[in-house]
């Protein structure tokens, strides 16, 4: 019998019990939806199907699919916590993120990180572990490995613009695509971004004057190049999109409101 990381039980859950891999699931979030980029790991997380993702000193984690440990759920943020090493010690360090971070269930700025103990990023838990652990793949099956590919469908919503035109927006890992009809139109992963936080705001509210989304949350929540984002950054990047999107006679899709923000115009479904 080989026993779960955590404790003496028999693991069942990839490296861990069934106890311990229920104690940190998340509805919504698929294996296939977390992936590391590290090369060169030296410690491990661990999610809920028990699956060691590699990391090491000075990981990035974030919904961003470019950062070191991505966690494509709508909770975290693009670039949530770092993980560094203080001398012999680890420590997580959150990155202003909007849902904040927690380990064994306080929320902390920076926190050292004992072996074992659970991290909640958003919506999104693991354990820490400071040794590398064999990576393996994620359990197959129903409920747990949609999409298949990386490369498939993470986030999806269809829009219908005050114009009556429906609109399929699809994720991918390195962007997204918008559908109209027979056209379609490919987006760059910070421009998928702000659809998919405006069509969030907009299903989270029920008073549509509600759904505006500040400058400042967009900056926050999507990876700009320039590390004190501003309005013109967060400007910019909304007309980008809207020159993207009258190319399919969509630029009616993003309302501003001087002051207050952006929100997504129509019907989300």
Same mark, same amino acid.
Request: with cysteine.
């Given at each position: 019998?080989?026993?779960?990381?955590?404790?003496?039980?028999?693991?069942?859950?990839?490296?861990?019990?069934?106890?311990?891999?229920?104690?940190?699931?998340?509805?919504?979030?698929?294996?296939?939806?977390?992936?590391?980029?590290?090369?060169?790991?030296?410690?491990?997380?661990?999610?809920?199907?028990?699956?060691?993702?590699?990391?090491?000193?000075?990981?990035?984690?974030?919904?961003?699919?470019?950062?070191?440990?991505?966690?494509?759920?709508?909770?975290?943020?693009?670039?949530?916590?770092?993980?560094?090493?203080?001398?012999?010690?680890? !420590?997580?360090?959150?990155?202003?993120? @909007?849902?904040? *971070?927690?380990? %064994?269930? $306080?929320? /902390?700025?920076?926190?050292?990180? &004992?072996?074992?103990?659970?991290?909640?990023?958003?919506?999104?838990?693991?354990?820490?572990?400071?040794?590398?652990?064999?990576?393996?793949?994620?359990?197959?099956?129903?409920?747990?490995?949609?999409?298949?590919?990386?490369?498939?469908?993470?986030?999806?919503?269809?829009?219908?613009?005050?114009?009556?035109?429906?609109?399929?927006?699809?994720?991918?890992?390195?962007?997204?695509?918008?559908?109209?009809?027979?056209?379609?139109?490919?987006?760059?992963?910070?421009?998928?971004?702000?659809? !998919?936080?405006?069509?969030?705001?907009? @299903?989270?509210? *029920?008073?549509? %004057?509600? $759904?505006? /989304?500040?400058?400042?949350?967009? &900056?926050?929540?999507?990876?700009?190049?320039?590390?004190?984002?501003?309005?013109?950054?967060?400007?910019?990047?909304?007309?980008?999109?809207?020159?993207?999107?009258?190319?399919?006679?969509?630029?009616?899709?993003?309302?501003?409101?001087?002051?207050?923000?952006?929100?997504?115009?129509?019907?989300?479904?």
């Amino acid at each position: 019998m080989v026993a779960c990381l955590l404790c003496s039980s028999p693991r069942s859950i990839g490296a861990l019990c069934t106890s311990h891999g229920v104690a940190i699931a998340t509805p919504g979030i698929t294996s296939e939806q977390i992936f590391s980029r590290v090369q060169t790991p030296t410690a491990s997380l661990i999610d809920a199907w028990g699956v060691a993702h590699a990391i090491s000193d000075g990981s990035k984690i974030g919904r961003d699919p470019r950062v070191d440990l991505a966690v494509l759920h709508a909770s975290v943020s693009s670039e949530h916590a770092a993980l560094k090493v203080d001398g012999a010690r680890w !420590q997580i360090v959150d990155n202003s993120s @909007r849902n904040g *971070t927690e380990v %064994e269930g $306080a929320r /902390v700025t920076t926190q050292d990180l &004992a072996s074992g103990a659970t991290i909640r990023l958003g919506d999104v838990k693991f354990y820490f572990w400071p040794d590398t652990l064999p990576k393996m793949e994620p359990p197959r099956g129903s409920g747990r490995t949609a999409p298949t590919r990386r490369d498939e469908l993470v986030f999806s919503a269809k829009v219908t613009t005050p114009r009556g035109h429906l609109l399929d927006l699809r994720q991918r890992v390195d962007g997204g695509v918008l559908r109209i009809g027979e056209s379609s139109i490919e987006l760059a992963a910070m421009e998928f971004g702000l659809l !998919q936080l405006l069509v969030e705001r907009r @299903r989270s509210v *029920t008073d549509p %004057e509600l $759904a505006y /989304v500040a400058w400042h949350e967009i &900056a926050d929540a999507l990876s700009f190049r320039s590390v004190q984002a501003d309005s013109e950054n967060v400007r910019e990047l909304v007309h980008r999109v809207r020159r993207k999107l009258a190319s399919v006679q969509a630029d009616d899709l993003i309302e501003s409101k001087r002051g207050v923000g952006y929100r997504l115009a129509g019907e989300t479904g």
